[in-house]
């Protein structure tokens, strides 16, 4: 008989639990007591900030936007869950969905934040909580080891967290194909992001992040914020980074359209970004250091420039000229989970610290890939004058070809990006083709 997510998930819990009661033990800690967060107000404003609930807290209650509420774990107790449920008329009261892990709980529903009392022991307390807070609970307020060794349990994902990462894509994936058909339908930058969370069925504020879709130049600024309200005279290029939650589980997707006004260059770099992805794919799987495929896929947008035109020369001296990290400044992918840049990128299981390489600081995961990781593989190529321009007066300006930078500026960039799950022979995209 197939398993079904409710039956992953209470396997989850119960898996947790036991991670918990060894974890507490090794460092000598009696419970510890999850504080879900809460929105801050804006300053000197009634109106609150969005508002992520703490992934440790989510690791146990799948209630994303659960804010003002408490779990006390201890060991081979049932876990507490102490519920913020008001009485009020101006907003929804808090509900808990008919599903079997509401079971796995003791819980109390509560018209205050208060936090609970704890029993006689040493306890921790972790999240947004302030020092006068963990004082007045005799707690140990966000102990560093302790939290390392949390993190550490998010790194593998059990079944359950699979399935959602899974159906979270599968739910993004839909509004990318919409995005995509706004933008062939000549849409501007805000009718791509409706008919993106139209299509995929969530509100701005449920985004694991904020969209970027950008066109033409906008493309090649990396975390571009804005949606322009006009539709661009030129159709040249949509990039388009857009998620999904699930059961607070993040998807991450990006991809790149060529318009009708694309030039064949710009075409040819979408698919060799794309072949530059899936071939890193395919070397991923246990035991494969992370660095060393960010360090492949330098040696591939170097070959792809050579290819292009765009560089005369050959591909390690593209790579050691630092040609390459002025055309993809970002790293390669990062951890995949409760957030989207997941905890312990960097760390090794021990919670030693793994520092990106000195010459390339954005990697945000440095680790080698363990069977159970999901991470993002996201390669990218985009011209930034800020750091391309710098290069026109060393030698290595000598070995690009300007003219032809300068025909692909307009369309800003590529990146392609796809969930990836290690596996024991090597890894499975969790992200449908478009």
């Known amino acids: 008989m197939k398993e079904t997510l409710e039956h992953k998930h209470l396997a989850h819990l119960e898996a947790l639990q036991a991670a918990y009661d060894r974890l507490l033990a090794t460092h000598g800690f009696d419970g510890v007591l999850i504080y879900s967060g809460h929105p801050q107000r804006h300053f000197a404003d009634d109106q609150h900030a969005s508002f992520a609930t703490y992934g440790h807290f989510m690791h146990w209650v799948p209630l994303?936007?659960?804010?003002?509420?408490?779990?006390?774990?201890r060991a081979g107790q049932r876990p507490k869950l102490q519920l913020h449920a008001p009485t009020d008329f101006w907003h929804l009261g808090t509900t808990l969905p008919d599903e079997a892990w509401v079971d796995a709980f003791e819980i109390a529903r509560v018209d205050t934040p208060t936090p609970p009392g704890?029993?006689?022991g040493r306890y921790a307390v972790l999240?947004?909580?302030?020092?006068?807070?963990?004082?007045?609970?005799?707690?140990?307020?966000?102990?560093?080891?302790?939290?390392?060794?949390?993190?550490e349990g998010r790194v593998r994902k059990s079944a359950y967290e699979i399935d959602c990462l899974r159906e979270a894509n599968r739910r993004a994936i839909h509004g990318h194909r919409a995005a995509r058909d706004a933008f062939f339908d000549g849409g501007a930058e805000l009718d791509i992001q409706?008919?993106?969370?139209?299509?995929?069925?969530?509100?701005?504020?449920?985004?694991?992040?904020?969209?970027?879709?950008?066109?033409?130049?906008?493309?090649?600024v990396l975390h571009y914020q804005h949606y322009e309200l006009v539709a661009e005279a030129d159709h040249r290029s949509l990039l388009i980074d857009a998620g999904h939650r699930y059961r607070g589980y993040a998807a991450d997707i990006t991809r790149t359209w060529a318009g009708g006004d694309a030039s064949d260059a710009f075409a040819g770099l979408i698919e060799g970004v794309t072949t530059i992805q899936h071939n890193l794919i395919r070397e991923m799987g246990p035991g494969v250091d992370y660095p060393t495929l960010h360090a492949r896929m330098h040696q591939g947008l170097g070959e792809l420039l050579g290819e292009l035109g765009v560089v005369r020369c050959s591909a390690p001296a593209a790579v050691e000229q630092g040609i390459?990290?002025?055309?993809?400044?970002?790293?390669?992918?990062?951890l995949l989970g409760l957030q989207v840049h997941d905890?312990?990128?960097?760390?090794?299981?021990?919670?030693?610290?793994l520092p990106p390489p000195a010459e390339h600081p954005a990697l945000r995961l440095t680790r080698t890939l363990e069977a159970g990781m999901v991470v993002t593989m996201e390669p990218g190529c985009y011209v930034i004058p800020m750091l391309l321009d710098p290069l026109r007066e060393t030698p290595a300006g000598g070995d690009i070809d300007w003219a032809a930078v300068e025909a692909l500026a307009p369309h800003g960039g590529v990146r392609i990006e796809d969930n990836v799950l290690v596996t024991d022979q090597g890894a499975e995209n969790l992200t449908p083709t478009l």
């Open 64 to 73: 994303h936007g659960l804010d003002h509420s408490w779990l006390l774990v």
């Open 324 to 334: 390459t990290r002025a055309f993809c400044p970002h790293g390669l992918g990062h």
């Open 127 to 151: 999240g947004d909580v302030d020092e006068q807070t963990a004082r007045s609970l005799g707690a140990e307020l966000n102990p560093p080891t302790l939290t390392q060794a949390l993190d």
């Open 118 to 120: 704890l029993p006689a």
């Open 194 to 220: 409706l008919a993106y969370l139209g299509a995929s069925r969530q509100r701005e504020s449920d985004l694991p992040y904020q969209s970027i879709v950008g066109l033409n130049q906008h493309a090649a």
């Open 343 to 353: 905890v312990a990128g960097r760390q090794t299981a021990d919670g030693t610290a």
